[in-house]
């Protein structure tokens, strides 16, 4: 008989392994992990080593019996795991620096999920996710997959669409970053703050917001009227909305709108920032090197502060809540990336959605969202498309329908700049596109 949880982290040389482990930490009593495997290829074996070691001195510190194992032999790690989290880089932060740079120097917004950006990582990712979906059908059929690996949703509709794991779900952190924004700006706990999430992952909206149970929408969009006032993560940089905008709009936009409604701005930002140098991959460089020198300290043994300055901020919150809500059949109000299944009206029963979803040991129940507002629908079924087409250009390979995709994602000006792109990204990239090149 097992003694407790498996579970198994694959990309468990990223910086924000800490993060994961101090959830793990944080929740043990109720969530008893036994094993916990950190998973990587050869390429990131260091990492690995450095990051599985401050997880060890980490558990040790906390007094928690959970066994961490570090393995490069992903198929082995898998056998047997109950859940299954995955927060992988196809190409680490060189290929990120790739996707950032080229469509930039075209013009053209470069971003690690959005435009070209956005189509290229979903390209190298989806046959992985797909590799390690095989893996699991056989050695752990039962598995929960819990996928934090961008672009979610694309990923997560590729695994519903293409593999026989049918309980998988797709995580991000804007939903729960949004909600600690509202909590902050309301000055209350964030326990006491919920949003109905509906849309698409770095696509959904708020379509309302409540405090203890009661409707605080209109007061929220008053607040972010504020220029002074916003709700931001890390990884962009947020410029405020027009205020008038803003209440026509009628709903909370999640940060990355800021790239659909500010296309121009936002672009200039990072033309200037290419220019001069410092993509917002080279800056996630620097701060990597800075976070894995602390994780090498053999004093260290907590997760540094200085991690909070990535991109993930609340990841192991949201993580650990969601594996914590399915193995206690909690019942609680999760968004998460899941199946429609008619949650929101206009997009296919099969495809995945961003939600507010009750979380039970059956996994997410997408809450009834109805009809987008009419402001909003005509932008996430456009994101949809492209999402759709992508996700078939990465399983196929083919160049047409990688086009297609490109060329219909909104910050892409013209098929014909779509298309130099492309080749270019194509060639970039030809290491982890197998696909195109057979």
Not at 4 to 17: A, E, F, N
Request: aromatic share 8%; hydrophobic share 40%.
């Amino acid at each position: 008989m097992k003694k407790g949880l498996k579970v198994v982290t694959i990309g468990g040389g990223s910086s924000y392994t800490p993060e994961l482990i101090e959830g793990f930490i944080n929740f043990h009593k109720e969530l008893p992990i036994h094993e916990l495997w950190l998973v990587d290829i050869e390429d990131g074996k260091e990492k690995l080593e450095i990051v599985g070691n401050l997880a060890k001195r980490m558990v040790e510190k906390a007094g928690i019996p959970i066994e961490i194992y570090l393995s490069l032999d992903r198929k082995e790690a898998l056998r047997s795991a109950d859940f299954v989290t995955t927060q992988f880089r196809v190409g680490q932060l060189a290929a990120r620096e790739l996707d950032e740079r080229i469509p930039l120097s075209h013009g053209v917004l470069g971003q690690e999920t959005n435009g070209p950006g956005g189509l290229f990582k979903a390209l190298r990712t989806i046959p992985v996710i797909l590799d390690i979906c095989r893996e699991m059908e056989e050695v752990c059929p039962n598995a929960w997959l819990i996928n934090f690996t961008n672009p979610a949703g694309m990923v997560t509709e590729a695994v519903f669409r293409y593999s026989n794991i049918q309980k998988v779900v797709g995580l991000c952190n804007v939903p729960i970053g949004m909600e600690m924004g509202v909590a902050k700006l309301l000055d209350i706990d964030h326990d006491r703050v919920r949003i109905d999430f509906a849309g698409l992952n770095h696509m959904v909206f708020g379509l309302n917001v409540y405090v203890d149970g009661v409707t605080v929408k209109d007061q929220v969009i008053d607040l972010l009227t504020d220029p002074e006032k916003s709700i931001t993560m890390k990884n962009i940089h947020a410029m405020g909305w027009e205020p008038d905008f803003l209440k026509a709009l009628d709903v909370l936009p999640c940060p990355y709108h800021n790239y659909y409604y500010k296309s121009g701005e936002m672009l200039g930002k990072e033309l200037k920032n290419f220019k001069e140098g410092g993509t917002r991959a080279e800056v996630v460089k620097k701060l990597e090197k800075e976070l894995f020198a602390l994780y090498k300290d053999p004093n260290l043994s907590i997760k540094p502060p200085h991690l909070e300055k990535r991109g993930g901020a609340y990841y192991s919150e949201s993580a650990v809540r969601l594996i914590h809500s399915i193995y206690t059949d909690r019942r609680d109000i999760q968004a998460v990336n899941t199946m429609n299944k008619g949650a929101i009206t206009g997009i296919p029963y099969d495809s995945a959605v961003e939600v507010s979803c009750m979380i039970s040991k059956d996994g997410p129940k997408p809450l009834t969202m109805g009809e987008l507002p009419i402001a909003v629908n005509g932008l996430v079924q456009q994101i949809k498309s492209f999402e759709r087409t992508a996700i078939e250009a990465a399983i196929s390979g083919d160049y047409g329908k990688a086009l297609l995709a490109m060329t219909i994602n909104p910050l892409v000006p013209s098929d014909r700049v779509a298309k130099m792109i492309l080749n270019e990204m194509l060639e970039a990239h030809k290491r982890y596109l197998p696909q195109f090149f057979s």
